[in-house]
């Protein structure tokens, strides 16, 4: 969940808890968890912003467990899907959009 927050807040710089929350499927509530315990924890910084708004970056040490995560991600997708021919990954792609659309 980190790692997905994390990817989050790189996508979307000084993004609110409420849109972090959306992006990684949680609950608000629940991301404020995490998140304060990302900031105790020295991966991400929250900032003031307007209204009771708290911006979100992560900060050198969780760009590093980003990259670190990101690694892994990488390794599991070549030793699974990364095994498929590009006409198998299209015929997965079209599967698994045709399966969510339902």
Do not use: K, Y
């Not at 315990?37 to 708290?54: F, Q, V």
């Not at 980003?66 to 990954?89: Q, S, Y």
Request: proline share 3%; net charge neutral; no cysteine.
């Amino acid at each position: 969940m980190q790692w997905d927050a994390l990817r989050a807040m790189v996508r979307e710089p000084d993004a609110s808890a409420r849109r972090l929350a959306a992006e990684t499927f949680q609950s608000e509530q629940s991301f404020g968890v995490m998140a304060a315990r990302m900031e105790r924890n020295g991966l991400i910084t929250r900032t003031a912003g307007l209204g009771r708004l708290r911006r979100h970056r992560p900060t050198e040490e969780g760009l590093h467990l980003l990259d670190l995560g990101n690694a892994v991600a990488n390794e599991v997708f070549a030793a699974t899907i990364g095994t498929l021919t590009p006409d198998e990954r299209a015929v997965l792609l079209d599967l698994l959009t045709r399966a969510a659309a339902e």
